[in-house]
């Protein structure tokens, strides 16, 4: 039996009125209309929780009195910001499917540059912003400055493994077997089956 539907229809939450209820699966959302005009579905949990207040321009405000205030909008690390912002915000976001879309969102409080630049501090170069794990959000414990080398490690880390109906990433399936970290997505990517791949030892 599922949860409850708590109805949101009509209800005023930050800047959203909620019209109606979207969806039910995977989660329950909420088309809801901004005040500047623009329509979203929003996660109810979002909604509920007061992580999403807007579309964005509210967002937009208040970094916009704050950001003459830094001298940094032209900077690398003010750049990764927005675009984390845009990523998870912005509808019209060529990548907002992979991020927005799917339901990974950041630190409310990251919505003041001001925060973001205290819990990450400057960029270094050649970095960009990397969540060390990708199913969860933007926050001071889920991110890093990470080389392209170090993200590429990520991403292979968190590759999905399922045997005989468990599932881990290709690095939990390496450690069970105890070799590297990037063995098992290794075999895969060589052709290997996954089920080999996940149970053959170490030779």
């Known amino acids: 039996m599922g949860r409850k539907l708590i109805d949101l229809t009509g209800k005023k939450i930050g800047r959203w009125t909620v019209i109606e209820l979207a969806t039910r699966e995977p989660y329950r959302s909420w088309k809801c209309i901004c005040e500047c005009g623009s329509s979203k579905v929003v996660n109810g949990a979002h909604l509920r929780s007061g992580q999403s207040q807007s579309c964005g321009c509210l967002i937009r405000e208040i970094t916009s ?8 909008t032209r900077t690398p690390t003010y750049e990764s910001w927005r675009s984390m912002l845009s990523r998870c915000d912005n509808k019209s976001s060529g990548n907002y499917h992979y991020y927005g879309g799917i339901g990974i969102n950041y630190d409310p409080s990251w919505s003041d540059f001001s ?3 205290e ?3 400057i ?3 050649g970095t960009s912003l ?5 199913s969860m959000g933007y926050s001071k414990d889920n991110c890093r400055w990470a080389t ?3 993200q590429a490690s990520n991403k292979r880390n968190c590759m999905q493994l399922t045997h005989n109906g468990v599932t881990k990433t290709s690095a939990a399936w390496s450690k069970d077997l105890g070799m590297s970290k990037s063995a098992v997505y290794t075999r895969v990517r060589n052709g290997w089956d996954v089920s080999m ?3 053959t030892p170490k030779r």
């Open 115 to 117: 925060v973001f630049l």
């Open 148 to 150: 392209p080398l170090e």
């Open 65 to 72: 009195k704050r950001v003459k205030t830094h001298g940094m």
């Open 119 to 121: 819990d990450m501090g």
């Open 130 to 134: 990397d969540r060390i794990d990708n």
């Open 123 to 125: 960029r270094p170069e």
């Open 197 to 199: 791949a996940v149970t």
